[in-house]
T-cell receptor, first 117, second 110 residues
Framework: NAGVTQTPKFQVLKTGQSMTLQCAQD?????MSWYRQDPGMGLRLIHY???????DQGEVPNGYNVSRSTTEDFPLRLLSAAPSQTSVYFCASSYSRPFSGRAGELFFGEGSRLTVL | GENVEQHPSTLSVQEGDSAVIKCTYS??????FPWYKQELGKRPQLIID?????GEKKDQRIAVTLNKTAKHFSLHITETQPEDSAVYFC?????????FGTGTSLTVIP
């Protein structure tokens, strides 16, 4: 049972390049989400999904795209990288039941450190 | 949307003393309040959580209290140990979105 797996762990991009951060979980969690962590700003929600085929925006969605074609995978796409997207990105999943209004523990991946030059 | 404020941003205590971290939230629809611990270079991990129908919860040396009327909740760590040194984040959730505080860097001095 690997939990939440993120790849890559480190990535350097040039401004304007695109890339995809991969996230997979093997816990059969319906809920998955992406956060960015910047010094002094805590964790900010980018996008989340309450099940396959359903995605929604969080606090800071601009410049990012997501899709959820399977329960296991929730990739985050940077369409045209900017230096402001330099950050550590965390994927997290939860056993929360969708639409129940009842959140549960978030299980985080190890994080992906992205630098945009 | 929800706004979660966390204080203090840094906290140093002597080993064996208690540590208290406080958070406030703004959205009365928030009903779940977890606390996460993040060691340097590691992922955040849940240490304790509380739901809006409960006022206090304890787990060994860790306790969380919630005051729904005042919209604030606190983390209490007793008998602190060097391994408690980490960054602690509070969060508030309405079910689908989680809003995190900006973190408290706790240092326990041996």
């Amino acid at each position: 049972n690997a939990g939440v797996t993120q790849t890559p762990k480190f990535q350097v991009l040039k401004t304007g390049q695109s890339m995809t951060l991969q996230c997979a979980q093997d816990m059969n969690h319906e809920y998955m989400s992406w956060y960015r962590q910047d010094p002094g700003m805590g964790l900010r929600l980018i996008h989340y999904s309450v099940g396959a085929g359903i995605t929604d925006q969080g606090e800071v969605p601009n410049g990012y795209n997501v899709s959820r074609s399977t329960t296991e995978d929730f990739p985050l796409r940077l369409l045209s990288a900017a230096p402001s997207q330099t950050s550590v990105y965390f994927c997290a999943s939860s056993y929360s039941r969708p639409f129940s209004g009842r959140a549960g523990e978030l299980f985080f991946g190890e994080g992906s450190r992205l630098t945009v030059l | 949307g929800e706004n979660v404020e966390q204080h203090p941003s840094t906290l140093s205590v002597q080993e064996g003393d208690s540590a208290v971290i406080k958070c406030t939230y703004s959205d009365s629809a928030s009903n779940y309040f977890p606390w996460y611990k993040q060691e340097l270079g590691k992922r955040p991990q849940l240490i304790i959580d509380i739901r809006s129908n409960v006022g206090e919860k304890k787990d060994q040396r860790i306790a969380v209290t919630l005051n729904k009327t005042a919209k604030h909740f606190s983390l209490h760590i007793t008998e602190t140990q060097p391994e408690d040194s980490a960054v602690y984040f509070c969060a508030a959730s309405n079910g689908n979105q989680f809003y995190f505080g900006t973190g408290t860097s706790l240092t326990v001095i041996p």
